[in-house]
Structures are given as C-alpha cells and as structure tokens.
C-alpha cells in the first residue's frame, strides 16, 4: 500500500505499543458523544477503501467533530551523529499539539494544528533555556519548535508533501489515499507512515553562517500509530485514542551553531492522545507554553496560514548568530586506524 506523507508526529516499535494498548482500559469509555455537527463517517475496516482511510485517520490524527479539539503529546529524546565517534544523547523532547478539523464541501477534511515542543536537560529534567554544546564547547540559546500552525487536507486522495511556503516543489502523482496498515495482535491495528524529502532550505549560509547547514535540507520522518479495533469500529469514537511513536532525521538544529558540520540530529520519541486536554499535560510544559501565548493551549477555530516547519520559522523570528573571527564548524573526530594483525 502506498505510504501517507504527512510530515507530523509519531513512530515505535510494534509488540510493546500493541501490547500496552491491549492491556490499557479503553479510553473510549468517557468520550462524549458525536455532536450534530459531526459528518457521517466509515467505521466498517476496510484497507482498500480511500474514504475508510480518509476518515480513519481524521479521526486518529484529530477529531472528525468539530467542536472538539484533540491533545496529543509526546516526549522522547534527541541524538547526535556524527562520523568516527559513538551517537551521543543531546536532550530530552517533550512537547503537545492542539488540533480541530472541518469538514470541506468536497468531503475531505482540514486539519488545523498548533504544536510547541521544548528540549529537556537530560540529567534534571528542567526546560532548557540555554544548552551547552559539547561539539563547540559554547553555551547557545534553546529556541523551542513553535509551529502555529501546521494544517493540511486529508483527503481520498495521497495528499502532497508539504510546501513549507513555497521551498518544496515536489509534486508525486495523484493516487489513491491508501495507508500502509496491518494486524496487530489482541484487537489492535497498526498504521505505519513516513516520509523523505530533500529541499532548498530557508537558512541561506550565506547569512546564516553559523545555523544552516547547507543550501538544501534533508528530513526524513517516520511514524507508527497502534489503536483498538474495537475503536475504529465505534461510530459514537470521533476521535481514536492510540499511542505509538515519532522519529525524525534532520540536520543539526540551527541553534545548535554547528553550520555545515558533518552529522545530524536523530529525534526518537513516543506519544499518545491526553482526553484530559490542558490538565492531562506536565504542568511546567503548561506553563512555559502558557508563558510564550495563551494561544498554544487551544487549537485554531479556523483555517489560516502559512503552515511553515521550525526551519522556516526560526528563518522569519531568529537574527544570524555573530561569527568569530577564523570559525569553523566542528569537525569529527579522525577515522580509528584498522587494526593490522601482525604475522604470526
């Protein structure tokens, strides 16, 4: 089946996600029920149908009514790579999204998101404001992702990448929105998506010496979502509860201050709905959300945009680091010399 490619949360490995969500109470039990705003959807399985998938997967990333809002969070950590040396934990991720949905005349669905997550020192636990990197051995300024907001059509059909403002061009052929599911053990199901791009980034190095890692940004992420059968089955569920997790590759974060070193940043983390909505999240993510706006604890009411990546918002809120005379960025450590076995 074809893979979905959206670029949003979520990926984890398959028989202890199945197995959590199998031994969990079902968290459909306190759902309210469906509103009279609430479209009619499919609920009967079928992995050959676009709609089934369109509206299974509304209901899985948000809420097919649209009075409600649906909270997700996740929370992992993030690595560092680079050539010759052991891949060295950075910091924790920890973060939320508040997403709403509407229906279109056309019989998809717009999802609209507002997501913040913030970086985690590893040994306190505290939100970081400050990280000091071991790579330059410099203190640099923690800059948030803060994507608000992050919309896109689900629709019968694959939807395109995202455009991020106009810098990915790439436009696959209209096909069929068929996900790449399969059956999990004890009544669950499991959905796998990702997605792989490579596009003109909008830190020009040129200007910003010290945050871009080149003229081009390559991402890759890759999610797996695990849920109840018995879920996709309910027509009273218009959202799905379900856990599972996200990975992400990506260059060095441009706060990082690395510029075009050799590396990457490798992003593993896990995530589930919160039914509790604000009061089911960390009070310190609450609060440091809260701190920046009052907006990131709520979802949109209504469509706007440009949906943008971190990138691109840091690009319109960030200024170029200062450049010290003679900087490079980093280099790796020098490849180990072979072990050369001595006659015997």
């Known amino acids: ?47 050959k149908d676009p709609e089934w ?56 669905y717009r999802r609209m998101l507002r997501e913040i997550v913030f970086y985690r020192d590893l040994e306190t636990g505290e939100i970081l404001r400050n990280w000091h990197n071991p790579y330059t051995d410099e203190t640099v300024k923690v800059v948030p992702i803060a994507n608000d907001p992050f919309n896109f059509t689900i629709s019968q059909w694959a939807p395109e990448p995202p455009s991020y ?61 695990t849920v109840q059968r018995k879920d996709v089955e309910n027509p009273r569920l218009t959202h799905i509860p379900h856990i599972g997790a996200w ?6 974060l441009p706060w990082m201050l690395m510029g075009q070193a050799e590396g990457h940043v490798n992003y593993f983390t896990h995530f589930q709905t919160i039914e509790e909505g604000e009061k089911g999240l960390p009070a310190d993510l609450v609060a440091a959300a809260r701190a920046m706006d009052e907006k990131w604890l709520h979802a949109p009411t209504e469509d706007y945009g440009p949906s943008l990546s971190s990138l ?27 072990l050369v076995r001595k006659p015997e």
């Open 1 to 47: 089946m074809d893979d979905m490619k959206f670029s949003r949360r979520e990926s984890l490995g398959l028989a202890g996600l199945a197995a959590g969500m199998a031994a969990a109470p079902s968290l459909a039990r306190a759902a309210a029920a469906p509103s009279k705003a609430t479209p009619a959807f499919k609920t009967r399985i079928d992995f």
């Open 53 to 108: 998938n369109r509206d299974v997967y509304t209901r899985i990333d948000a809420d097919i009514d649209p009075t409600k809002e649906k909270c997700g969070w996740l929370k992992g950590k993030a690595y560092g790579v680079r050539p010759n040396e052991p891949v060295r934990q950075l910091f924790g991720v920890e973060g939320f999204s508040f997403v709403r949905t509407k229906r279109l005349e056309d019989g998809s």
């Open 165 to 225: 403002g106009g810098l990915n061009t790439d436009k696959p052929p209209r096909k069929p929105f068929l996900q790449d599911w399969e059956e999990g053990p004890d009544g669950t199901l499991i959905l796998r998506t990702d997605i792989d791009m490579q596009y003109p980034n909008a830190l020009d190095p040129a200007k910003w010496v010290r945050e871009s890692s080149g003229t081009m940004n390559r991402v890759s992420e890759h999610f797996i979502y």
């Open 247 to 252: 990975s992400r590759i990506t260059p060095w």
């Open 312 to 338: 691109e918002n840091y690009a319109r809120e960030q200024q170029p680091a200062p450049v010290p005379a003679g900087w490079t960025p980093p280099k790796p450590p020098p490849a180990p010399k072979a």
